[in-house]
């Protein structure tokens, strides 16, 4: 079993829409909370950056952990075709033994339709 | 603009032969690393540095070899007892090496060994 899981989708909303992202995670040790957005063949870029548990706000953008569920979510409002993109989550202890090593997942595909 | 380069953004190479993809930083980050996507597949880290002349192994290190010389660059070599070279390669570089100091992705070399 993977310590972060993410359903690759595609997910396909329309324009508009509210859309919900989600990873899970194994390991209790997460403290650290990212998610990134890839456009095709482009490097990842962050969107949001949280830690520990609870609700950060960021324009259209909405980050959510709950570490009691090991559960974190990105919420996007009033989706837009620009937003289509593959989105990954990604997390980190506080102790890494060194060096910034994120866990990440695996990415869901977003389509936003016209 | 600051930024981090990644070149070429393809590459094609034969079996048996190593090819070495090149990183470079202008953010005066600290920090290095190197990724590997595959379709799949969570971005899995091959090495990283936190600083000049230093380096570290990450999870997927056999089969590579990388070096930091100066500050700004930090090339991959691929090895050609690297079993499955085939991939999508990022480099990201952060200001420090700690778990809170967020990557920032170059937009990747695309290797492809035949």
């Given at each position: 079993q993977k310590e972060v899981e993410q359903d690759p989708g595609p997910l396909?909303?329309?324009?508009?829409?509210?859309?919900?992202?989600?990873?899970?995670?194994?390991?209790?040790?997460?403290?650290?909370?990212?998610?990134?957005?890839?456009?095709s063949r482009k490097g990842p870029e962050l969107l949001m950056y949280t830690y520990s548990s609870g609700n950060k706000?960021?324009?259209?953008?909405?980050?959510?952990?709950?570490?009691?569920?090991?559960?974190i979510s990105l919420f996007i409002r009033d989706s837009q075709p620009s937003d289509s993109a593959t989105y990954l989550c990604a997390m980190s202890p506080i102790l890494t033994g060194g060096g910034n090593k994120l866990t990440f997942g695996t990415g869901t595909q977003l389509k936003v339709e016209l | 603009d600051g930024g981090i380069t990644q070149s070429p953004k393809y590459l094609f190479r034969k079996e048996g032969q190593n090819v070495t993809l090149s990183c470079e930083q202008n953010l005066n980050h600290d920090a290095m690393y190197w990724y590997r996507q595959d379709p799949g597949q969570g971005l899995r880290l091959i090495y990283y540095s936190q600083i000049v002349n230093d380096f570290?192994?990450?999870?997927?290190?056999?089969?590579?070899?990388?070096?930091?010389?100066?500050?700004?660059?930090?090339p991959l070599t691929v090895t050609s007892a690297q079993k499955n070279p085939t991939a999508?390669?990022?480099?990201?570089?952060?200001?420090?090496?700690?778990?809170?100091?967020?990557?920032?992705?170059?937009n990747g070399t695309r290797l492809t060994v035949t």
């Amino acid at each position: 079993q993977k310590e972060v899981e993410q359903d690759p989708g595609p997910l396909s909303v329309p324009e508009g829409a509210i859309v919900s992202l989600n990873c899970t995670y194994s390991n209790s040790a997460f403290q650290y909370f990212m998610w990134y957005r890839q456009y095709s063949r482009k490097g990842p870029e962050l969107l949001m950056y949280t830690y520990s548990s609870g609700n950060k706000e960021d324009g259209r953008f909405t980050a959510q952990v709950d570490k009691s569920s090991k559960y974190i979510s990105l919420f996007i409002r009033d989706s837009q075709p620009s937003d289509s993109a593959t989105y990954l989550c990604a997390m980190s202890p506080i102790l890494t033994g060194g060096g910034n090593k994120l866990t990440f997942g695996t990415g869901t595909q977003l389509k936003v339709e016209l | 603009d600051g930024g981090i380069t990644q070149s070429p953004k393809y590459l094609f190479r034969k079996e048996g032969q190593n090819v070495t993809l090149s990183c470079e930083q202008n953010l005066n980050h600290d920090a290095m690393y190197w990724y590997r996507q595959d379709p799949g597949q969570g971005l899995r880290l091959i090495y990283y540095s936190q600083i000049v002349n230093d380096f570290q192994k990450g999870d997927i290190a056999e089969g590579y070899s990388v070096s930091r010389e100066k500050k700004e660059s930090f090339p991959l070599t691929v090895t050609s007892a690297q079993k499955n070279p085939t991939a999508f390669y990022l480099c990201a570089s952060s200001i420090g090496g700690a778990v809170d100091s967020p990557l920032h992705f170059g937009n990747g070399t695309r290797l492809t060994v035949t």
